[in-house]
């Protein structure tokens, strides 16, 4: 067999198939299967009456009655392996019958429309009652925040501290009395009795005197909110946030909270792009493009770095952030 390929592959090159028509159709069928749910129907069929139709899934018993009644047959009656079959189908459901109990009189007449509506509402009802419904409790929703004082500060993330000059907080990878930063990425929380800026929840919870970093995607003030009521003193907002977008974070929290948030937003440096155990050689790993991506290896992982720098120009302090940082790593 022959596969049309864009790149030039070498002679013995190493084919690697990642699907398979068939494993994945043997799949569907298993899952299918798997999902199908027994039930019982009972169909009960008079002259001048209505059709009453019913299904139980061992749960859940359900009755329903048509508000079509029942005509007797003139010309050609509708045969009762037709009422079974039509109010009995369910092929694309995840529904499968077990049982028909079924009681129909001879010579009806029935619209082969009007059964499959039945059908269509008896099933739509037994979706419903199985749904899971979480019994959400209505009362006043109150949160307590602190109301930060509106100041313009400038902060750095740096190992070398000969430099640190004109920054109010300084976090740093380095065991000194400035801000501790921590990895990303942690398989146990080390006891720290004293100021870090964290990248995950964990720490969030373990640790008292805290700054989020821009890894926990703050992206609406509902998240700032979150965080500060836990305790978190300054919160770095996501990359992927705009200006517009930054601005109207703040806006919606000063209206829904009337108080101002401690935020910090990143306006240099090279984002991080992905952190993995597994280390590739070399310093940088190079695109399609031609652009080169910084590889670090820092507590035993690999960060790998954006090749474009981050520089932000706009004055966030005008649209109500606290704090500008710097990355210098």
């Known amino acids: 067999a022959k596969v049309k390929v864009k790149d030039k592959i070498s002679i013995n090159s190493k084919v690697v198939k990642t699907t398979d028509y068939n494993q994945l159709e043997s799949i569907n069928n298993i899952i299918k299967k798997g999902k199908k749910i027994s039930v019982d129907m009972s169909i009960i069929i008079n002259i001048n009456k209505p059709i009453i139709l019913s299904i139980n899934d061992g749960i859940n018993d359900i009755s329903i009655s048509s508000e079509y009644i029942v005509t007797e047959a003139i010309n050609s009656p ?40 039945l059908r269509r509402e008896i099933i739509n009802i037994l979706n419903n009652k199985r749904l899971y419904k979480i019994p959400y409790k209505k009362s006043k929703y109150t949160i307590k925040l602190k109301d930060y ?142 652009n080169n991506y910084k590889i670090k290896i820092k507590d035993n992982l690999m960060y790998i770095y954006n090749y474009k720098k981050r520089k932000l120009t706009s004055n966030y302090y005008e649209i109500g952030v606290n704090w500008t940082r710097i990355n210098h790593e």
């Open 78 to 117: 509708t045969s009762k392996e037709r009422i079974i079959e039509q109010l009995t189908k369910l092929g694309d459901t995840i529904y499968n019958l077990d049982n028909i109990d079924y009681f129909i009189e001879e010579n009806v007449f029935i619209p082969i429309k009007i059964l499959n509506n």
């Open 149 to 290: 004082e509106q100041v313009n500060k400038k902060a750095i993330l740096t190992d070398d501290l000969s430099n640190i000059e004109g920054y109010d907080e300084i976090y740093t990878n380095l065991d000194s009395d400035y801000t501790l930063k921590l990895p990303r990425v942690l398989e146990h929380l080390p006891n720290i009795n004293k100021r870090v800026l964290v990248g995950e929840l964990g720490s969030v919870y373990k640790y008292k005197n805290i700054v989020t970093d821009f890894s926990l995607n703050v992206v609406n003030s509902y998240s700032v909110a979150f965080l500060h009521s836990l305790g978190v003193d300054k919160i770095t907002l996501s990359y992927e946030l705009n200006d517009i977008q930054i601005k109207e974070l703040i806006d919606n929290y000063h209206n829904r909270y009337h108080k101002h948030p401690n935020l910090e937003i990143i306006i240099e440096g090279y984002e991080e792009a992905m952190i993995s155990k597994y280390k590739l050689d070399g310093e940088y790993l190079q695109d399609r493009f031609g």
